[in-house]
């Protein structure tokens, strides 16, 4: 069995994409190596497709918990100005940021 | 709030030939004491950053465990709208903006809470409503500096996160809205039952319900169009306004052979009109994934049963209630004013004491609008001025002027009142001869009259009640009058 070609699955366009989704900023080096690393995954993934699992259930956690819930009731949080003295800026009690371009809401 | 009843139509007609298409999607702010995954305070006005909590701000380390009060209304709102609740998770929505310290926000994905309900609007409109799930809310950010005072071309932005992690339900309805008169029903529609259920104080001037827009437009019969997404409508009138706007700029936009771009779009209340907030792009690429750090939701029968049973009658069943109980129209204005006030078990108690419920109708809705659910006038008091101007003891004017007294004096004796300001009734045959005497006086009004002059009355009812000092009823003399006119 030959190692299947990891750009036929992933290009390296869609990691760059998927980088500057992330703001991570790689060299051309490390997006090749992340590329075939990824490649890599994608290849256990389509091992475990080739599995016949229409018995199984999908399996949304693989903890054996689920409603781990707590009651509405208010615990004292954090010091507002012990906070902003970490921030690299703070002004009228609250966390001042560079503008934004390209804004979400 | 009238927004709801069938009438009047505010909705801008569209050239011949041309439909529009709307969805909404309403965040409402859930009425915990909490936030959604943490301890701190849920609560709006606080200075900022006073509610703040390791989880809130996405502190190394810090992981979030769900609140058991915002899953009870999020099931109580799921419910009463009609949709099925289901077991359900939790994904990361992750996208950079500095009032998201995670860089990502918890909502939920594939597997919402709710899912498949619907809601009842006049007419027997049904509009489906998709899902509403789970989330949590955002910091708030406010722009500085720059020319506009708005967040393009600004210095810097300060940032609060009291807001931050607050829970949120978010309602997306099917595309099943045709005209801006059923977007402003549904909101209406949705806010009263956020209400009734106690989800939700629902006030769209404080932000704890926000209502974004789906527009588009097609020929008749043609596959839905490319839509656009409007935010920033603050108001029940704005999401009427905004609809119409949009769907009247896109035809516009087609008309003239040009094409719609998929973007999100701001409505400026101020100039009337919707402008280009962003294209959509990859900025919708979201990467949700699974959230690691919660677990299946998955409320059980019992649960979900006890949340139903203690679901209050909402306002579509005590519209209905109340149009039987008054015989008003269940759409009519009075019938949406009286059960938004909270005011229709009161009614109910006054045709319970042996009330006339359709005249208690009409003096609540007139006199009662600043009384809030549980109006001071006895209504076992207001039940007797019913009663006396159904029997005609009193006319309709005079029982007006004893109902002024009631509410000023938070109840009375309504008959005593009317024989302190001399309102006994004047009996019948004293009428007819006023009536006699007012026709034999004016011969020529009445001749007119007899000829079809209906103008020609207004003289002759006018002499009776100046003859009777007022006290005479309007309706007694006019059917006298038919019976004279033979």
Redesign the interface.
């Known amino acids: 069995m030959t190692t299947p070609d990891p750009s036929a699955r992933l290009s390296r366009d869609v990691v760059a994409k998927v980088a500057r989704l992330a703001r991570l900023d790689l060299t051309p080096d490390e997006l090749d190596v992340m590329t075939n690393q990824l490649a890599g995954m994608l290849d256990h993934f389509s091992d475990i497709d080739k599995l016949d699992l229409a018995d199984v259930a999908p399996l949304a956690q693989p903890l054996p918990l689920k409603n781990v819930l707590r009651d509405d009731v208010v615990v004292k949080g954090l010091d507002r100005d012990e906070v902003l003295a970490a921030a690299p800026a703070a002004e009228d009690g609250r966390f001042r940021v560079p503008p934004t371009i390209g804004f979400q809401e | 709030m009238s927004n709801a009843t069938s009438a009047p139509s505010n909705s801008v007609a569209l050239p011949d030939g041309w439909e529009m298409v709307v969805g909404l999607e309403v965040h409402v702010e859930l009425d ?3 936030k959604l995954f ?4 849920n609560r709006f006005g606080d ?8 989880v ?2 996405g502190l190394p380390g810090a992981l979030p ?7 009870e209304l999020a099931i109580r709102l799921g419910l009463a709208l009609n949709c099925t609740v289901q ?1 359900s ?1 939790f994904h990361r929505k ?5 009032d998201l310290p995670k860089a990502y926000q918890i909502s939920q994905y594939d ?1 919402p809470i709710n899912v498949n309900g619907y809601l009842m609007l006049p007419g027997d409109v049904k509009i489906g409503i998709e899902r509403a799930h789970l989330e949590e809310d955002t910091g708030k ?3 500085f ?2 020319s506009s005072g708005r ?1 393009h ?9 009291n807001r931050a992690g607050v829970p949120l339900v978010e309602i997306v309805s099917k595309p099943d809205i045709r005209n801006s008169d059923q977007a402003r029903q549904y909101v209406a529609e949705l806010r009263s039952i956020l209400l009734a259920v106690g989800a939700s104080d629902a006030k769209m001037e404080e932000g704890s319900m926000r209502v974004d827009v789906n527009v588009s437009v097609r020929r008749t019969g043609e596959p839905f169009g490319t839509r656009c997404e409007i ?1 920033n409508v603050n108001s029940i009138r704005a999401v009427g306004k905004a609809i119409d706007y949009e769907a009247r700029r896109q035809i516009d936009v087609l008309e003239s052979g040009g094409v719609i771009r998929q973007e999100t779009r701001h409505w400026d209340d101020a100039e009337g009109r919707t402008h280009t907030l ?1 294209t959509k792009e ?2 919708d ?1 979201y ?1 949700y994934f ?1 959230e690691p750090d ?6 059980d029968t019992e649960w979900v049963d006890a949340i139903r049973a203690s679901l209050p009658m909402l306002p579509a069943e005590r519209r209905a209630r109340l149009s039987t109980i008054t015989g008003a129209n269940k759409e009519s204005e009075a019938v949406y004013v009286i059960v938004e006030r909270g005011q229709d078990d009161y009614i109910a108690t006054v045709a319970d004491a042996g009330g006339d419920a359709s005249r208690a109708l009409v003096y609540v809705t007139q006199a009662f609008a600043e009384e809030g659910s549980t109006p001071r006038v006895p209504a076992a008091d207001l039940a007797r001025l019913t009663i006396l101007e159904r029997d005609a003891k009193v006319t309709a004017t005079q029982a007006k002027t004893i109902l002024s007294e009631l509410v000023a004096n938070g109840g009375g004796d309504a008959a005593k009142i009317a024989a302190e300001k001399g309102f006994e009734a004047l009996d019948t045959s004293a009428v007819e001869q006023m009536v006699d005497d007012a026709i034999a006086a004016q011969p020529d009004a009445w001749a007119k009259y007899c000829a079809g002059e209906e103008k020609a009355l207004g003289a002759i009812v006018g002499a009776v009640m100046k003859a009777s000092k007022g006290k005479a009823d309007g309706k007694v003399v006019t059917a006298i009058l038919l019976s004279r006119k033979g």
């Open positions: 915990t004491k909490t943490s301890a701190s305070p200075d900022p950053n006073t509610n703040i909590d390791p809130t701000l465990v769900l609140n058991r009060r915002a899953v077991a998770t992750n996208y950079f903006y500095p597997q950010s406010t722009h500096g720059g967040i071309g600004s210095d810097y932005s300060l940032v609060d996160f935010k962003r990859d900025a690429d990467r699974l919660l677990v299946l939701l998955d409320p």
